[in-house]
């Protein structure tokens, strides 16, 4: 078993930052990718970023592409979401998420957090 812990979340303005941060415990070391998702209301979740524990190649959506930087402390077993720019479209629930493959889509995480929400008022 794989537990997530996201934290960082808030109400900012437009074009503000925020830096989520992923706890990961357990048997993290048995999911080697992680990723962010993300939900708005009335919307399917989506895939905002991911990475791999180890390798420096992270994939972006092309909506936060240039805006959003996944990174990850291996020593901490924390992965971080650092969202710049943020624009009121980016309103919604993130979800932290562990799987044995790479990330690509809801149906690869294994594990799931409980979420945090982000909110930006315009």
């Known amino acids: 078993q794989v537990q997530l812990v996201e934290s960082g979340g808030g109400l900012v303005q437009a074009g503000a930052s925020l830096r989520l941060s992923c706890a990961a415990s357990g048997r993290a070391a048995s999911t080697p990718f992680m990723g962010w998702f993300r939900q708005a209301p009335g919307k399917e979740r989506e895939l905002v970023a991911s990475?791999?524990?180890?390798?420096?190649?992270?994939y972006y959506s092309d909506s936060v592409k240039g805006r959003f930087t996944i990174s990850r402390d291996n020593a901490r077993n924390t992965v971080y979401l650092q969202t710049d720019s943020l624009k009121p479209e980016d309103t919604a629930t993130y979800y932290c998420?562990?799987?044995?493959?790479?990330?690509?889509?809801?149906?690869?995480?294994?594990?799931w957090g409980q979420g945090t929400q982000v909110t930006v008022s315009s």
């Open positions: 998420a562990a799987g044995r493959h790479p990330i690509r889509g809801t149906n690869d995480p294994t594990y």
């Open positions: 990475i791999a524990w180890t390798g420096s190649s992270a």
